[in-house]
């Protein structure tokens, strides 16, 4: 696991494919988000080559800082990589678990609300990785730090 700590790309990179490939296999699918009287409509593959780019310019960055030998935050790796693809599994796995009875509600609109939660985590745990590396930039040291 610490491999992946030192040298987050290795993380990134190999996710662009897989998530390209759900993209394509799930190319009729349409996620739509409810902020009070306005939907918000993507279709899967858009979200999906959003979410690659992403993690296209995450890995680069963080590629960019292992072959220039700055220092990057342990922790800082930690929270983003865990933020990033802990909040997007849970994203895809809570909607599976809806209800579809009227008596549910509640239990519906809470799961809303944790998934809300959950992407604040993920954006979060991506404007981690600007301040890591400005941090590591800055910083004097040449080596990666555990």
Not at 62 to 70: D, E, P, V
Not at 74 to 93: M, P, R, Y
Request: hydrophobic share 55%; charged share 10%.
């Amino acid at each position: 696991m610490k491999i992946f700590i030192k040298n987050p790309h290795f993380i990134f990179w190999p996710a662009i494919p897989i998530l390209l490939f759900l993209g394509f296999l799930y190319q009729e699918k349409y996620l739509s988000i409810n902020i009070y009287d306005t939907y918000y409509v993507f279709s899967f593959i858009d979200l999906m080559y959003l979410i690659s780019a992403i993690f296209l310019i995450i890995g680069s960055g963080y590629w960019f800082m292992k072959i220039s030998h700055h220092q990057l935050s342990f922790w800082l790796n930690v929270l983003n990589i865990s933020l990033t693809f802990g909040g997007l599994l849970l994203i895809w796995v809570l909607p599976r678990v809806s209800r579809n009875s009227i008596r549910d509600y509640n239990f519906n609109n809470n799961l809303t609300i944790i998934i809300y939660v959950c992407i604040f985590a993920v954006i979060l745990g991506q404007l981690l990785f600007p301040f890591n590396i400005i941090r590591g930039l800055i910083s004097k040291k040449n080596s990666f730090n555990h």
